[in-house]
């Protein structure tokens, strides 16, 4: 059940040998592989003469995340190539199957980027963060991907709260599921924050959501 760190996945081998592993022995560990996106030199070379930059999608396609990580761990779990031809050839260790059998997991992919405090302070980046929202309470259930007009929701394992004058349903919502365990509390006044925290079960997480990003766009706005 471990959770396995890669500050510099490169080609992905590590991710590919977790999920090896776990094939091998019915694990369920997870990994989170962490890469640039760099061009080879030589290539790099090439693609200046064609007037392109880092940044420019004919670039990034020739990047070691793009060109080589993503692709190895779809076609590990998937069976396939990019071009939807089944893999040839067998694993062998302590057991042998094909590697167009795939393997029985699952992946997310993200691009590291940086939200303005304005897009975050009116819930218009929600959309990019909510997966990151669902892997923060163990990446089960459903995935809230949208805050619904009342201003929260809540699924198998966590509910996130956007208008806190709607927090006593929200507490109410909670509870009535045994499995929630994480609740993201979007505020920047810590006092209302501990007033909702107060009122949840020992066994659930209280998460104050953009607590820095809302500071620091208060702060630069002189307020």
């Not at 090896?20 to 989170?32: M, P, V």
């Not at 990047?63 to 069976?79: F, L, N, S, V």
């Not at 209302?192 to 079960?201: I, N, T």
């Amino acid at each position: 059940s471990a959770i396995v760190l890669d500050f510099f996945a490169g080609s992905g081998t590590t991710a590919h040998a977790v999920m090896r592993l776990n094939r091998q022995d019915s694990g369920k560990r997870q990994t989170i592989s962490i890469t640039n996106n760099e061009v080879a030199a030589e290539e790099q070379v090439n693609l200046k003469k064609k007037k392109l930059r880092p940044g420019d999608d004919d670039w990034e396609q020739w990047g070691i995340c793009d060109y080589i990580t993503k692709p190895r761990i779809q076609a590990a779990i998937t069976g396939r190539t990019p071009e939807g031809k089944s893999i040839e050839g067998d694993y062998k260790f302590t057991d042998e199957f094909p590697m167009a059998d795939g393997f029985e997991e699952n992946a997310e992919f993200f691009t590291l980027t940086y939200e303005t405090p304005v897009a975050v302070r009116h819930n218009v980046a929600f959309e990019r963060i909510a997966p990151l929202l669902w892997m923060r309470a163990g990446s089960q259930g459903s995935r809230i991907e949208k805050i619904p007009e009342h201003g929260w929701d809540v699924v198998e394992a966590y509910g996130v709260l956007v208008n806190l004058d709607q927090s006593t349903m929200f507490c109410r919502a909670i509870k009535a599921k045994k499995g929630v365990h994480i609740a993201y509390i979007v505020t920047d006044d810590d006092r209302r924050f501990q007033a909702v925290a107060r009122h949840l079960s020992d066994s659930v997480e209280p998460v104050r959501l953009y607590e820095s990003y809302l500071s620091n766009f208060r702060f630069s706005m002189g307020r």
